[in-house]
Nanobody, 122 residues
Framework: VQLQASGGGLVQAGGSLRLSCAAS????????MGWFRQAPGKEREFVTA????????YYADSVKGRFTISRDNAKNTVYLQMNTLKLEDTAVYYC????????????????WGQGTLVTVSS
């Protein structure tokens, strides 16, 4: 499955952005999906994940209550709604797919998008 992330950009602190991850090649309904991010000079970290059905979600503590992951299997797309953005949310955001169950472990995700840059300014 090929993944294409989009929706990144420059936003002021406190603002919102919605990222999209569109899949091609195979239907996303068989995959659990995750979003990860990598800030400058830091390792990639888990942000959120959703099960193949959309019935289960996981969130990193740093984004809980501010970010929401969702999926539309009919459109083969996963979304990340980011509200109340903070300076520390600045990073390249990657979507990823795993045929296994929902997980926070990046090494279990076999398919990755190219990343989309989110920059939060003061």
């Amino acid at each position: 499955v090929q993944l294409q992330a989009s929706g990144g950009g420059l936003v002021q602190a406190g603002g919102s952005l919605r990222l999209s991850c569109a899949a091609s090649g195979r239907t996303l309904s068989n995959y659990a999906m995750g979003w990860f991010r990598q800030a400058p000079g830091k390792e990639r970290e888990f942000v959120t994940a959703v099960s193949s059905s959309g019935g289960s979600t996981y969130y990193a503590d740093s984004v809980k209550g501010r970010f929401t992951i969702s999926r539309d299997n009919a459109k083969n797309t996963v979304y990340l709604q980011m509200n109340t953005l903070k300076l520390e949310d600045t990073a390249v955001y990657y979507c990823a797919a795993t045929i296994g169950g929902i997980t926070t472990n990046e090494f279990r995700y076999a398919h990755w998008g190219q990343g989309t840059l989110v920059t939060v300014s003061s």
